[in-house]
């Protein structure tokens, strides 16, 4: 009896396991398609990933609330001169909630062809979709220091 349950505790903490791995690996996948999406769309590409009631904490600014108000605040990313680029460090998973963080490079060229960049960190938290889809539901980030 022993044997038979100490088997199906290991049976359910590996199934378990390989779930939570599964939406873990989602998440990053769901991170690189928005990255790719924001480069080859702009804002509408990257702004396709995040819920309708989601909420955007930029550095040193209100809160943003609303997909439609955050949007607004992205149009920078439809500047083809302007690439966002970020790399996630760490994500985890818990039930229909994550969330991942890392060090993201934002490059700009200006019209006098100098290039300009900054770097920092960001966090973001995800929620998954009635669909199974993962949403961003709430995002921040703010430079590093130089």
Same mark, same amino acid.
């Given at each position: 009896m022993r044997v038979l349950c100490s088997s199906l505790l290991i049976l359910f903490l590996v199934s378990f396991s390989s779930a939570r791995g599964d939406e873990t690996?989602?998440?990053? %996948? %769901?991170?690189?398609a928005m990255m790719g999406a924001a480069a080859e769309r702009g804002a509408e590409g990257f702004m396709s990933f995040y819920a309708d009631d989601a909420v955007e904490l930029p550095e040193g600014e209100q809160a943003i609330q609303g997909k439609a108000n955050i949007a &607004? %605040?992205?149009?920078?990313?439809?500047? &083809? @001169? @302007?690439r966002l680029t970020w790399t996630p460090n760490k994500v985890d998973v818990s039930g229909d909630l994550a969330y991942s963080y890392g060090v993201y490079e934002f490059r700009s060229t200006g019209k006098d062809g100098k290039l300009s960049s900054s770097s920092g960190k960001y966090t973001t938290i995800w929620k998954k979709q009635n669909d199974g889809s993962w949403k961003v539901v709430l995002d921040m980030g703010n430079v590093s220091p130089k």
């Amino acid at each position: 009896m022993r044997v038979l349950c100490s088997s199906l505790l290991i049976l359910f903490l590996v199934s378990f396991s390989s779930a939570r791995g599964d939406e873990t690996e989602k998440i990053r %996948a %769901a991170e690189a398609a928005m990255m790719g999406a924001a480069a080859e769309r702009g804002a509408e590409g990257f702004m396709s990933f995040y819920a309708d009631d989601a909420v955007e904490l930029p550095e040193g600014e209100q809160a943003i609330q609303g997909k439609a108000n955050i949007a &607004k %605040a992205m149009q920078y990313l439809n500047d &083809k @001169n @302007n690439r966002l680029t970020w790399t996630p460090n760490k994500v985890d998973v818990s039930g229909d909630l994550a969330y991942s963080y890392g060090v993201y490079e934002f490059r700009s060229t200006g019209k006098d062809g100098k290039l300009s960049s900054s770097s920092g960190k960001y966090t973001t938290i995800w929620k998954k979709q009635n669909d199974g889809s993962w949403k961003v539901v709430l995002d921040m980030g703010n430079v590093s220091p130089k």
